[in-house]
């Protein structure tokens, strides 16, 4: 069975940093693109960044060019959001999903979430 | 970016109706179209993929049609558990876009 497994969500001050990660189980993670998605509170889906399985390509929305960083760990099976610069519109649940093969044009399955709020 | 309309916006039906809920994309998507169904408080369920492609484990009473620019959800029988939010996304090209969702309850 697939699972995926955030963690490192938190308040944060505006302009402040952090780092999200991913364990993922159930399932050779090497050889799946991989992506986070993220939901503003009481908002719709927004896709943030996908990440190709080798970990050599990267793609990100517009709003988070330059701020946030996708990266693996495929020894390790994780995968990590460094979020940077953060502004009050980046709060949002950011999940983790499984791309639906090496290039992520669909996403299953989904951890659970963690929240990450961006307040002074 | 390729903006994705969903329609209605929300929708009240009685178990064992049937529901059919559109998604329109602003271009076309080569067939490249997913649907996923999220309940409140916890992560979207990927249902169908590839525009009618239904995953493992979804229900038989959901199917997915369409080709060009519209394309459609219908959930026959719809069961008390249905009651969610379902969004449609388009994997064809980046960004990846997602539908303003579309709210379902059940009477």
């Known amino acids: 069975e697939v699972q995926l497994l955030e963690s490192g969500g938190a308040l944060v001050q505006p302009g402040g940093c952090l780092r999200l990660?991913?364990?993922?189980?159930?399932?050779?993670?090497?050889?799946?693109?991989m992506a986070w998605v993220r939901q503003a509170p009481g908002k719709g889906l927004e896709w943030v960044s996908s990440?190709?399985?080798?970990?050599?390509?990267?793609y990100y929305t517009d709003s988070v060019k330059g701020r946030f960083t996708i990266s693996r760990d495929n020894s390790n099976h994780t995968l990590f959001l460094q979020l940077t610069s953060l502004r009050a519109e980046d709060t949002a649940v950011y999940y983790c999903?499984?791309?639906?093969?090496?290039?992520?044009?669909?996403?299953?399955?989904w951890g659970r979430g963690t929240l990450v709020t961006v307040s002074s | 970016d390729i903006q994705m309309t969903q329609s209605p916006s929300s929708v009240s039906a009685s178990v064992g109706d049937s529901l059919t809920i559109t998604c329109r994309t602003g271009?076309?998507?080569?067939?490249?179209l997913a649907w996923y169904r999220q309940t409140p408080g916890t992560a979207p369920q990927l249902l169908i993929s590839?525009?009618?492609t239904l995953q493992g484990g979804v229900p038989s009473r959901f199917s997915g049609s369409g080709s060009g620019r519209e394309f459609t959800l219908t959930i026959s029988s719809l069961q008390p558990e249905d009651s969610a939010t379902y969004y449609c996304?388009?994997?064809?090209?980046?960004?990846?876009?997602f539908g303003q969702g579309t709210k379902v309850e059940i009477k």
């Open positions: 999903a499984k791309g639906d093969s090496s290039v992520a044009s669909y996403f299953g399955p």
């Open positions: 990660s991913c364990a993922a189980s159930g399932f050779t993670f090497s050889t799946y693109a």
């Open positions: 990440l190709a399985p080798s970990g050599g390509i990267t």
């Open positions: 271009q076309t998507v080569n067939g490249f």
């Open positions: 590839a525009t009618s």
């Open positions: 996304q388009q994997g064809y090209s980046l960004p990846r876009t």
